[in-house]
């Protein structure tokens, strides 16, 4: 199962440099995280669009394991859409 969570202070890094990825960022093994969020007013179709395209981002990935995607509108309309480990590995 994919978490999704929208704007949520537990999604992705927005959880914040002190713990990345929030909750699923202290598991050793979890089973991914899909975050939607926005600086403007998230409202039902702007969910539906993001969504889209974390659908479209996760065509060519395998899983999620131990990752998030993050899909980010800015203020001007401009999506960004981001995969990364959590927890980020260090090396």
């Not at 440099?17 to 909750?23: D, E, F, R, T, V």
């Not at 998230?42 to 996760?58: C, G, R, S, T």
């Not at 395998?62 to 993050?70: G, H, M, S, V, Y």
């Amino acid at each position: 199962m994919t978490y999704v969570r929208l704007a949520d202070s537990n999604c992705g890094r927005s959880a914040g440099k002190a713990n990345p990825g929030g909750l699923h960022g202290s598991a050793e093994v979890h089973a991914g995280l899909i975050c939607l969020d926005s600086a403007l007013e998230m409202d039902l179709d702007l969910q539906q669009e993001l969504f889209k395209h974390a659908l479209n981002a996760l065509v060519n990935v395998p899983d999620l394991i131990n990752q998030a995607l993050e899909v980010y509108e800015n203020e001007d309309g401009l999506i960004s859409v981001n995969l990364y480990d959590i927890p980020p590995h260090h090396s």
